[in-house]
């Protein structure tokens, strides 16, 4: 999708700045610092304030279209949501499974930022016991 129906699509006005910021985001495969899309979006000859790119990332994160990563240094990044794959968690009695969002993408974010890997790849196994076998336990 261009940045335009993008911008289109989530009822944001189109303009010069919010166009180049999404191409940045639609463009990239990690998450970018609100630094990084200025810089770049001035090297483009966009006349644009660091206000407008925080406003257009926080309208976008209301719209549940990007995450926020926190870098732990008191700075985020930022990146367009994507199909997450998911992980599950089995109950180590019953043998149930629920299917829960990775909880290892800001921890990726982190890694990338301070050490420049990329392309993280992980496993994650997750077993625990549910409610119901918790119920039947204390019974």
């Known amino acids: 999708m261009d940045s335009k129906a993008y911008l289109k699509r989530c009822k944001l006005k189109i303009t010069d700045g919010r166009t180049a ?15 990084y899309l200025y810089k770049k979006i001035l090297e483009e000859g966009i006349s644009i ?23 732990g240094t008191g700075k985020y990044s930022y990146k367009l949501k994507e199909e997450e794959h998911k992980h599950i968690l089995q109950c180590s009695l019953c043998q149930k499974e629920v299917e829960i969002d990775c ?13 420049g890997f990329s392309q993280i790849e992980h496993e994650l196994r997750i077993k625990g016991i549910c409610e119901e076998c918790k119920r039947r336990k204390k019974s």
């Open 21 to 35: 910021l999404l191409d940045l985001l639609l463009a990239s495969t990690r998450a970018l610092t609100v630094d």
């Open 49 to 71: 304030n660091l206000s407008t790119i925080y406003r257009t990332l926080e309208q976008l994160e209301q719209k549940n279209l990007i995450h926020k990563f926190d870098l």
């Open 103 to 115: 909880p290892m993408e800001p921890i990726k974010e982190i890694i990338e930022d301070s050490t």
